[in-house]
C-alpha cells in the first residue's frame, strides 16, 4: 500500500466532490485512470475546474497502483487488446517529481499483463534522458507520450513554460528506435493569445521532431469562465461551450502553415493510431472531412477497417452494459450511428471503440466540418 504521495483516508476519500471519487472514467480519447489527483501546475484553463479539484495544488492518492490498476482491468468497460486508456489525464500531471513513480508503476503492471492497448500520457513536465530506457523497456502496450504545447507566454494563464514540455518532446523523439510514439499536442490554441504567425511557425518548427501533431482549441466551460471572470483573465470568448472551441479561420491558418506536413492531424485518436500504424479506433473515417489532411497511408488503414454496423450489431455490443437499457438507434450512416436513451456520455465512447465506428448522441449533434467541436467562430450550422 506505499505510495509516494499521501494515500487519503476512506473519510477524507467520501469528502471529495463525487466525480473526483470516480478513479476510473471514460472520455472520448480512451478509459481514463485517476487515481492520483492534484497539481501545481497552475494553468488556468485546467479541465480539473470542471471535477471540484482546482484548489487541490498537491498530488494525493486515492488508493496504491496495484488497486488501481485492478480496479481498471476489472471495470465493466475495459476490454483486453482493444479499449484505449488515458493515464493521470484530469487530475494531475504524470511527470510530476512524486507523480512519476506511480505513472512508470502502472505502465508496468499494465505491460507485465501482456496487454496490447493504447496508452496515453499526455504531459507537458520535464521528461529525462533515463526515461527513454524505461519507456522502452515496455514491451507490450502502444504507449504514446502526447506533450502538450501552446507557446502561451502569459504566466496568468500558463505559469509552467511550453519551452519545458518542446525540451521533452525533442528528447523523447530523438532515439531513431524507440517502442513508444510521440506527438506534438498541440494545444490550447487561442486567437489573439497564441495564434500569431510566430506562434504558428513554432509550432510546424517543433512538429517536426514528433511522430505526428494534433492541434486543438480551447474547453471553456462555465467553471472555467468562472475562474477567468473572477481573476481578472483576458475572456477569450463571449459563450461557454460543451466541446472544444476552434475557430474556421484559425483553423484554415493552421492549415496553411503545415501545408508542407503529412503528419497533422485534427483527432487525437487518429494521430495516436497513425503513428503505431493501426487504423484509427474512433472509426472517424466515415467523416470525409476530418481525413482531408491524412496521409495516404493511413487512409489506407482506415478504409480497410471501416465497417458500417447495423442495429443489431450496436444491441449486442450494447448487452454487457447495465446503463444502456433504454438505448435505441436512430439512425445509421457511413459518417456515424445515432442514437438516443443514453444517460451519460461514457456507454456511448464504450460502443464507439466496441465497433471502432463513430457512435453520437442525438442530443448533440455532430455538424459537418466541425465535427466534435463547438460552433463558436463558424458560418453557420449545416449538420
Known sequence: MATFVPLLTRDQIDRLPERAREVVEYRKSGLSLNHIQGCSLGCAYCIRHTYGLWDENQPVALMSDAEAVRELVEHRYFQPQMTPVQLFNRA??????KVRPHTFAVLEDLDRRELTNHVLVITRHQLKPDDIGRMN??????VTLLFTYSGIDDQRIEP????????????????TERRYRTVLYWRPLVPGLNDSAEHLAAAHELGTHADATVFTGLFYREEIAAYYKANGLPEPYEDTARRKIVPETLERRILGTFNDSRKL??????????????PDYNGHYGVRELCDICPLVQLGRCAQ??????AEDIHDVARVLPEVEGLEVVDISPRAAVVSGLTTEQPRYFLQHALGFQVHDVRHPHHAHRHGRADIGWKGTTP
Open 92 to 97: 494531475t500531471e504524470p511527470f510530476l517529481p
Open 137 to 142: 523497456r515496455l514491451r507490450h502496450l502502444k
Open 160 to 175: 509552467y513554460p511550453s519551452h519545458v514540455a518542446a525540451a521533452s518532446l525533442k528528447l523523447m523523439s530523438a532515439p
Open 265 to 278: 492531424f485534427r483527432k487525437t485518436s487518429c494521430a495516436v493510431s497513425y503513428v503505431h500504424g493501426v
Open 305 to 310: 477497417a471501416h465497417r458500417v454496423p447495423t
